[in-house]
């Protein structure tokens, strides 16, 4: 980790380079030639806009073989926790979409979905901090946008990708890229594969008055998964153009963890328990969208209709021996959990934006969202005569949720000054019903609000390329779909989780400093308040730990964000990115026979680098790194992680067939370390995966190379299959 931080510590040196040469600070350089209409660009990895951050991930040497999680982790400003949960500017909350259109999921689902889609299909991705009143106010934390690739070229073209992946088990992925354009249609399928096995080792530690647990496992994860998008453009007229679109994606992960817990008692008498879980997990989403845009002088108009369903099964079958001191096996314990998830979103969204005279511009729209979720959790026991259902855990939860918004922004263009406020309206009608085996009812959630979102962006231009900026907003997190689940489900004899009905949206109010200089370089100030405050919390009740979700109480956080694209030499390209934050976290623990107030405050640390090298004879080489530091949050103290990357490609065929060699976390560091302190709990969390490995990667484009303006669209479900976990 010196390294990076040496690194990060030189940048201002760095700087002096790119005030001399502003021609490194163009973000896309382009030679054409107009009678083939030929073009080659060279787009630098790292884009800072006024509004968001651009990775561009097509031609990257340090891509192959990864998928779009893989590919977060080495966002900048973005952290991938051990149970793969995203976090931006060191706060969850962030919404994911791709090309536009919001994937409604959160947690394991989310992270199946972004493991199934291939870094080979992804052109860029977009990181928006501060989203205008456009965009649906969930998400405190930012949107994360993947754009898919599409085609600029008439007639047939494409792209076959394939990568191999070596750790301590192997992995491979493969991915198909077709486009067909004439005349008045364009048509496009993006299609990609991928299996393998990851082995994770998984260690707690903890201790209660009378006993303490040391848990050792591996997790043993058979995984494959396929992708899917396609659809189709069609220009009506010299205005209008209408579009069909259709995504699937499909995830299997044959999940077998191991574990033995031994049980040190300060009586002297030890025992163990020896646990074998397996679960397999099965996700499936389809979504469909209909699009329609209208422009003319000025003008546009854009609707969407959208269909989403999300199913997810798992079935997970626990076995627990119990054994003495001696190893004498004197009991077993087996369970069975059939969870089975189906979500159905529907939406219709337009949208309609003017220009008013020379330097005002208005948009303004309509959202309607309906969400029904259907949860069973069927739970049964081993006994002597057979199985038998657990009224206990067993049950039913359906959801039911309804948002309709309404928006309009203003903006104006002053000599100097830039002004866009925006004000967004949502309201949210939410239903909930849960039933158990014994006929007990919960009818939670059930609320009805409104709630009204501003926001406020101000640019002011000052000589020599350089921008004054301020930007102020309110956003909602509504809690996800499965953790307002009461469901209790064990992972083992010892641990469980649950959700919480009872739980509510939290709120967040931030305002961010800016200063830029040539469109790229920026120093940020940001600072945010977040009020009913949602945490994954941990309790201790006697020998087990169960953890929930709640409304843990309150956090403040202030960020410090620098980034800087640098021109060192004409053929050597660095970025860095450092942000030190600081938090604090008032929290309140209420539930399981404990209640508990906390105060914590600490710094923490998000730091990113990258070096890219364009070398003789189509040869390109890049080395680059990350680095978090979390620190203290809730209940919750996390130990630094990091990793450093290297890779190198050449092109071949006239730069048709590309080869590309990299190895991936070289000295080992990302492994997760964690602690969980309350009054009667003491919880040490301990994760290594498989992050070291060394990939080739293959790539071959074909077909036609000839220029036509292609169309960008979004559909109108941009925020809301986040929430599905």
Known sequence: MKPLLLLLVLVPVFLQAQTKDSSALKTDTASAVLSTVTVQASKPYIENKPDKTIMNIDGRVGTAGQNALELLRQAPGVVVDPNENILAGGKAGVLVYIDGKPTQLT?????????????????????????SARFDASGNAGIINFKLKRSLTNGFNGSLSGAYVQSTHARGNASANLNWRRERWNLFLNANANRGLQHTIANNDRSNPTTQFTQRSVEIDSFHGTGLRTGADYTLNKYSTAGVLYMYNDKYTGMDNISRTLLQRKTGRDSSIQTRSTAPFHTRRQAYNLNYVFARDQRTFTFDADRARFRSSVGNRITNDFADQTGFEYARQASLYDQRVLIDLYSLKADYATKLGKTMRLETGL?????????????????????????????????????????????????????????????????????????????????????????????????????????ANRRIDRPSYQDQNPFIYALDALNSEQGNAYLMPQFTNSVELSYTLHYATSVKLRYSATSGYIEQLTYQEGNNTIQIPQNAGTRKMLNLVFNSPVKVRKWWNAYFYAEPFYQSYDVLLTGFGNRETQQHDSWGFNGYMSQTFTLPKSWKAEVNGWFNYQNRTTIYTSKPLGSINAGIQKTFDKQKLTVKLNATDLLNTQRWEQKAETQNLNLLTYRKWESRNLTLGLSWRFGNTKIKSARERETGTEEDLKRIK
């Open 107 to 131: 947690g394991q689902d989310l992270a199946q979905l972004l493991k199934s889609i291939d870094a080979s299909n992804i052109r860029e991705i977009e990181i928006i901090t501060n989203p």
């Open 367 to 471: 959202k309607w969202l309906q969400t029904k979720t259907a949860n069973s959790l069927v739970a049964q026991q081993q006994q002597a005569f057979g199985w038998a259902n657990d009224t206990l855990r067993t049950n039913y939860f359906n959801l039911s949720e309804k948002i309709s918004a309404a928006y309009a922004s203003v903006s104006r263009d002053f000599k100097k000054l830039s002004l866009q406020l925006g004000l967004r309206a949502e309201h949210s009608d939410v239903q909930g019903h849960s039933l158990d085996l014994k006929g007990g009812a919960i009818e939670r959630p059930d609320t009805s609000y409104v709630n009204l979102f501003p926001t406020v962006f101000l640019q002011y231009n000052l000589a020599g390329n350089r921008q004054l900026g301020l930007v």
